[in-house]
Every structure is written in structure tokens, then in C-alpha cells.
């Protein structure tokens, strides 16, 4: 009567039209939105649009009057007497009555008496209970604002959900609705159809798509799998098993491996690892180094230069970016210049010489795996400082390299993680650069001026203020200079000593105050700032 993609169009126009789209005074644009999605030709398009507003077709309102018309046929039938209905137009009927049992077994049908906002509640909820039929309607009609508020983002969402369940009729809406990524849904959608016996049909989606990838896709083929096994259910999204199957840090045979065993736990355990984590490039922001130390632009450069080839990260020998120098505090100054610069991405700082063997197991409670956000851009800041156990250093080390951290294995679960996406950056002293330095493009922070001393010995004192609550905090003339002598490590620890000790509302901060907390007057230690080369020996 009509071929597969006309009569796939009309199921899922039905389904849209039984639910909600009840409460749509004209059903032309949303019977348009589905004709566009399953690629019939305008003119098609209209013909079986006019069929479907036939009177005869109108009639049927709900799946009892469906089984009514059958019967009245079936009356007829027995009494020699042929049923004189337009072949198409009882097609039409019979495409409509199905989707009213597939919407009614899968509990999207309530009474049809029902309010618009009880239709859209029932349609929300089964979505939300990953129902695909209600997934595919629902995306629908976001997308294209009818009968739900206009909502493309969300809408597409719900379609990527039904497609990445080896829906035909999602990976139909998923081609339409989001371009960027058709070569993937292409490829499954030609194995769904060679699968249901319309290899034919493809012909047509590519003269509208164009080419696809050869092979077959290997998420298709995972979730067939689970299918045909019981393990999953082709009508019912499950978020757990889709994660899993999309990862992008599992290989395909851990997958296929945690996807059909019966071990429930193991797959719980495997389910809850940060599963996604992207491969591209992170939002960088390089006005947040604006203003450091201008005066040394070739140091500047090199820190811009390292950072914007993050997207490098995952090949092999990447050399991640490491910062050097004996100050404490000029590390951490650093290390918080580039969480400014990656704010949308998250910022994890692990400091080396606090691991201890616990952090390093091969579960979900490694420190490497579990500091991932799955959601955003990982950016690791590894500190190095002092004595670190030889464990804690050699597992740090070898996180460094993109080879190794591209096959991070675990074993419970039994599975090796591609945590190459992760970039890591690093902070040492003098004495552990030397061990790191094969491994890593150094940067040596270099010995501050002394105009760049008084700067943060302001920004130091700006600092105790806030974190200590003083509304007022005044330093004395002055200060800035008397603490010269010192280096940075010292003038931080010694002024936080004195906000500390001495904390009001108000307080004017004096060298009197200071001075009983500098460790060893008349000692001159160095202190360091930004400078130095990655060419720079230690």
C-alpha cells in the first residue's frame, strides 16, 4: 500500500497525533515536521495529507472505535458484502489504529477525555521513563514547539536518546535535526535498515544525506546484541547501558564484556566511572594572563603557546606543561592564574607528596579516576614538592604520559580506561624537576624584581584580608620595602601569622606587627617570579 518510509512517517505521526497532538486545531505542521524527517517529497507529502484528514479517518478517535471499524469490515466481509473504502484511506486507518495499540500497551493512551496538560503530563513522564515511542514524539514536538513550548535543545536530547537506542525513527529525526553529526548516525541507520529487510530505502536517505562511513557501527551492533539476549529492552531506554555503550573511554571488547554480563554489581560498578569525558580542545581563556609580567613577553608566549596545544593532549609524546621553582607560594600564584584561564573546564589540584598507596588502587577510588568530571574538560595540576614516596612519584610520572594514561587499567572493574583526554599540568621544586623533566616541557619561575616584590607583597596582605574577614585592613608606609629583605614564602607565612593574630574589623597592618613572625631576620632568601625557558637547565 505505501512504502516503508511513508508508512514509518504515519505510525509516528500517529503516535505524536494520538497522545497530544489531539489538541492541535490545524495537524498540518506537525504532520509536515514528520513528512520532512522520513524525506517525502512535497507533493507526496500533501496527497497523503489530504487522505489522512478524510472523514473516515477523523472518525477513529480512539483505539475502540479502531476495533469497531474492524468489525463492521469483518460484519461485512461474512456477509458477501466487500468493504468499498479507498484501499489508501483504509491503510491510512489501519497505520493509525496501530499506533493507537502502541501507544496504549506502552501506557501513553489514558482517557482520551483528558485535559491538554494530563496529555502532556502522561507523554512527559513516559519520556522520562525512557519509553522510545514517547522519546521520539516528545523530541518532535519540543523541537518544533507544537502542543510543548518551542525547546530545540531539549528536544534534541530526547530524539539522540531514542537514536542511540538503534531507533529507526530517532536516527531519522536525529539526521534531520542535527547535521553536525550525521556521518555516525548514517552509518547506524544503515544497519538498522538492512536489518529490517529496507536496504532500498537507504538509497534514498543518501541521495538526501550524502555518503556514510563503512563498517558497521560498533554501538549498533553492541546494543543488537543486548537485545537479541534479553538483556535490554528494544522499547525502553536505559541510561546506564547507553553511557556504557557510548563511552568514549572503553574499549570495545570491555564493553561488550560489562554490556552482557550477568554480574549485576559488576556492571553497577563499571556504571558509575566517569564514562564520556571529551576529546576536544579546552575554552581558554588567555586575557586571564593579561597583565603578568609584561615586561616578559617570551616567558608569556611559551606558557600561551603550551596551553593552547591542549588539544595535542592525547597523542603520544605529548610533553604536558610543568611550572619550576622553590617557592611555595609562587607555584600556587600559578596554579591559580590557570584556573582563571580554563573557568568553564574543571580545575583538580593533586599534590604528589600526599598520596598515599589508597589513592592508587585499580578501582573507581584511584585518584585518577576518581577526580574526573565527566561532564567538562579535566585539566589535572599535579604538585611536586619535597620528599614524595617512590610509589606516589612513579604513578604521578607515568600519568604524564599520554601512552600510559590512554590505557589506564583497572581491575575491579577488569577494564582499561582511556583517560588520555585528562590534561595534566605540573608544579615542582628545583629537585623533583630534574626527575620530571623527561617527561615534561619546564618552565622556570624566575627571581622576582623588586618592583615585582612589593606588588605581592600587596596582593599578599589583599589576600589575608579577605580570607580572615577584615573589612578595613590598611598596611603601614613602607611595609612593602622593610619586607623586601625576605623571600615570598616568608613575607606570606608572616603576614598571615599577623592578620591572623591581630584580626578585627579593622586593622592597620605595621612591620612592628609583622616582624615577630619572620623566621630568621637578615637572611636573605630568593624569590621568584615569572621567567625563565623551557631550555632551562636545573
Known amino acids: 500500500?505505501?512504502?516503508?518510509?511513508?508508512?514509518?512517517?504515519?505510525?509516528?505521526?500517529?503516535?505524536?497525533?494520538?497522545?497530544?497532538?489531539?489538541?492541535?486545531?490545524?495537524?498540518?505542521?506537525?504532520?509536515?515536521?514528520?513528512?520532512n524527517i522520513f524525506l517525502l517529497p512535497q507533493e507526496e507529502a500533501e496527497r497523503i495529507f489530504a487522505l489522512s484528514q478524510a472523514r473516515e479517518v477523523a472518525a477513529i478517535q480512539s483505539e475502540r472505535e479502531y476495533h469497531q471499524y474492524l468489525r463492521m469490515k469483518q460484519y461485512l466481509s461474512m456477509n458477501g458484502r466487500p468493504h468499498e473504502g479507498d484501499p489508501e484511506t483504509d491503510g491510512i486507518i489501519d497505520l493509525k489504529g496501530t499506533a493507537f495499540t502502541a501507544a496504549l500497551n506502552l501506557h501513553l493512551l489514558y482517557d482520551a477525555k483528558d485535559v491538554r496538560s494530563v496529555a502532556c503530563e502522561n507523554l512527559t513522564l513516559a519520556a522520562e521513563n525512557g519509553t522510545v515511542l514517547a522519546l521520539n514524539a516528545l523530541g518532535v514536538l519540543q523541537t518544533e514547539g507544537i502542543v510543548f513550548h518551542k525547546d530545540g535543545a531539549e528536544g534534541l536530547k530526547k530524539i539522540l536518546c531514542a537514536a542511540e537506542w538503534n531507533s529507526e525513527e530517532g536516527l531519522f529525526a536525529a539526521l534531520y535535526y542535527d547535521p553536525e553529526n550525521r556521518e555516525k548516525y548514517l552509518e547506524c541507520l544503515h544497519s538498522c535498515l538492512i536489518r529490517n529487510g529496507h536496504a532500498e530505502v537507504f538509497e534514498k536517505v543518501r541521495e538526501k544525506y550524502g555518503s556514510y562511513g563503512k563498517g558497521r557501527h560498533r554501538e549498533y551492533r553492541l546494543l543488537e546484541k543486548a537485545f537479541r539476549q534479553g538483556i535490554i529492552k528494544r522499547d525502553v531506554y536505559n541510561?546506564?547501558?547507553a553511557r556504557?555503550?557510548?563511552?568514549?573511554?572503553?574499549?570495545?571488547?570491555?564493553?561488550?564484556?560489562?554490556?552482557?554480563?550477568?554480574?549485576?554489581?559488576?556492571?553497577?560498578?563499571?556504571s558509575s566511572l566517569p564514562l564520556k569525558l571529551g576529546r576536544g580542545k579546552a575554552e581558554f581563556h588567555a586575557d586571564a594572563l593579561d597583565g603578568v609580567r609584561p615586561d616578559r613577553p617570551e616567558e608569556h608566549d611559551h606558557v600561551l603557546c603550551a596551553l593552547g596545544n591542549t588539544d595535542l593532549r592525547t597523542l603520544a609524546g605529548y610533553r604536558p606543561l610543568c611550572f619550576v621553582s622553590d617557592s611555595e607560594y609562587m607555584l600556587g600564584y600559578y596554579?591559580?592564574?590557570l584556573e582563571n584561564c580554563f573557568e568553564a573546564s574543571h580545575v583538580e589540584?593533586?599534590?604528589?607528596?600526599?598520596?598515599?598507596?589508597?589513592?592508587?588502587?585499580?578501582?573507581?577510588?584511584?585518584?585518577?579516576?576518581?577526580?574526573?568530571?565527566?561532564?567538562?574538560?579535566?585539566?589535572?595540576?599535579?604538585?611536586?614538592?619535597?620528599?614524595?614516596?617512590n610509589r606516589a612519584f612513579d604513578m604521578a610520572k607515568n600519568f604524564l604520559q599520554s601512552s600510559k594514561r590512554g590505557k589506564y587499567r583497572l581491575n575491579h572493574p577488569g577494564v582499561a580506561?582511556?583517560?588520555s583526554s585528562v590534561l595534566p599540568v605540573c608544579f615542582c621544586d628545583r629537585?623533583?624537576?630534574?626527575?620530571?623533566?623527561?617527561?615534561?616541557?619546564?618552565?622556570?619561575?624566575?627571581?622576582?624584581?623588586?618592583?615585582?616584590?612589593?606588588?605581592?607583597?600587596?596582593?599578599?596582605?589583599?589576600?589575608?584580608?579577605?580570607?580572615?574577614?577584615?573589612?578595613?585592613?590598611?598596611?603601614?608606609?613602607?611595609?612593602?620595602?622593610?619586607?623586601?629583605?625576605?623571600?615570598?614564602?616568608?613575607?606570606?607565612?608572616?603576614v598571615d601569622a599577623a592578620v591572623r593574630a591581630h584580626r578585627t574589623e579593622k586593622l592597620l597592618l605595621t612591620e612592628s606587627l609583622v616582624r615577630p613572625y619572620i623566621g630568621s631576620i637578615g637572611t636573605k632568601k630568593k624569590a621568584f617570579g615569572f621567567g625563565g625557558s623551557i631550555h632551562d637547565e636545573f
Not at 600526599?354 to 579535566?378: G, M
Open 349 to 389: 589540584r593533586i599534590d604528589v607528596s600526599d598520596l598515599v598507596d589508597y589513592d592508587f588502587e585499580p578501582t573507581k577510588n584511584n585518584i585518577f579516576v576518581r577526580s574526573c568530571d565527566e561532564d567538562a574538560f579535566n585539566i589535572y595540576l599535579l604538585t611536586f614538592r619535597g620528599e614524595i614516596a
Open 244 to 270: 556504557l555503550v557510548y563511552s568514549g573511554i572503553l574499549g570495545e571488547r570491555d564493553k561488550e564484556a560489562l554490556l552482557l554480563t550477568p554480574n549485576k554489581d559488576l556492571f553497577a560498578e563499571a
Open 1 to 35: 500500500m505505501f512504502d516503508h518510509l511513508t508508512e514509518t512517517m504515519l505510525k509516528s505521526y500517529y503516535i505524536a497525533e494520538n497522545t497530544v497532538g489531539r489538541f492541535c486545531a490545524d495537524k498540518r505542521p506537525l504532520f509536515f515536521a514528520y513528512a
Open 239 to 241: 541510561k546506564s547501558y
Open 431 to 494: 629537585e623533583n624537576a630534574k626527575n620530571l623533566k623527561p617527561y615534561c616541557d619546564m618552565i622556570r619561575i624566575a627571581e622576582l624584581t623588586a618592583r615585582e616584590k612589593r606588588l605581592f607583597t600587596e596582593r599578599i596582605v589583599r589576600e589575608k584580608g579577605s580570607v580572615y574577614g577584615v573589612k578595613e585592613l590598611t598596611v603601614q608606609e613602607g611595609l612593602s620595602e622593610a619586607l623586601s629583605a625576605y623571600g615570598i614564602d616568608e613575607i606570606d607565612r608572616a
Open 335 to 337: 596554579a591559580a592564574l
Open 417 to 419: 580506561l582511556d583517560l
